[in-house]
């Protein structure tokens, strides 16, 4: 069955880099669009990242522009969140999530990861 | 951008029941449209995607429709495992973007 499971989150003072990664198993990783969908206490859910298959093809959110990069590696079915510069406002849970037939919806999600910025 | 609207931001509802939860775009999304259920401490599960193709294994209790810029989701005799907020996203152009999320509660 397919299954998405992040790692990576923490406690990170601000300024400073945090990496996620995302395991996928039970589905053709290579043949599917990524996504990253974070949710920040007492809010709703935020699009954060796109990556399609080949990882040529690449959407953020303004907010992450210039400090978060969306990658990944499909010869270990991984996607990865590399994130600089992080703000308080980036505190959140983050979810990676399977793209939907190319459609840009989301059909499978991971439990997420919890990232805090604080000092 | 593309800003989603969506009301109620509550509604107390009964076992039973049918909930209706409206999300509106800022502009012409035609059919580019989903509904996710959202429970504390899980992961979002998407219930209705290009405004009314159900997901498999979602009871067939929810609906969708609507197209440009008016949609609706629709809960029919609303059961126990219901009760979660709801939130739509619209899939027309990045970025993509959510509604502000529905909370069904129980009366």
């Known amino acids: 069955q397919v299954k998405l499971v992040e790692s990576g989150g923490g406690v990170v003072q601000p300024g400073k880099s945090l990496r996620l990664s995302c395991a996928a198993s039970g589905f053709m990783f290579r043949i599917y669009g990524m996504h990253w969908v974070r949710q920040a206490p007492g809010k709703g859910l935020e699009w954060v990242a796109t990556v399609w298959s080949d990882g040529t093809n690449i959407h953020y959110v303004d907010s992450v522009k210039g400090r978060f990069t969306v990658s990944r590696d499909n010869s270990e079915n991984t996607l990865y969140l590399q994130m600089n510069s992080l703000r308080a406002e980036d505190t959140a849970v983050y979810y990676c999530?399977?793209?939907?037939?190319?459609?840009?919806?989301?059909?499978?999600w991971g439990r997420g990861a919890l990232v805090t910025v604080s000092s | 951008d593309i800003q989603m609207t969506q009301s109620p931001s509550s509604v107390s509802a009964s076992v039973g029941d049918r909930v209706t939860i409206t999300c509106r775009a800022s502009q012409d999304i035609t059919t580019w449209l989903a509904w996710y259920q959202h429970k504390p401490g899980k992961a979002p599960k998407v219930l209705i995607y290009a405004t009314s193709s159900l997901q498999t294994g979602v009871p067939s209790r929810f609906s969708g429709s609507g197209s440009g810029t008016h949609f609706t989701l629709t809960i029919n005799n609303l059961q126990p495992e219901d009760f979660a907020i709801y939130y739509c996203?619209?899939?027309?152009?990045?970025?993509?973007?959510f509604g502000g999320g529905t909370k069904v509660e129980m009366k």
């Open positions: 996203q619209q899939a027309n152009s990045f970025p993509l973007t």
């Open positions: 999530a399977r793209d939907l037939d190319g459609g840009h919806y989301f059909d499978y």
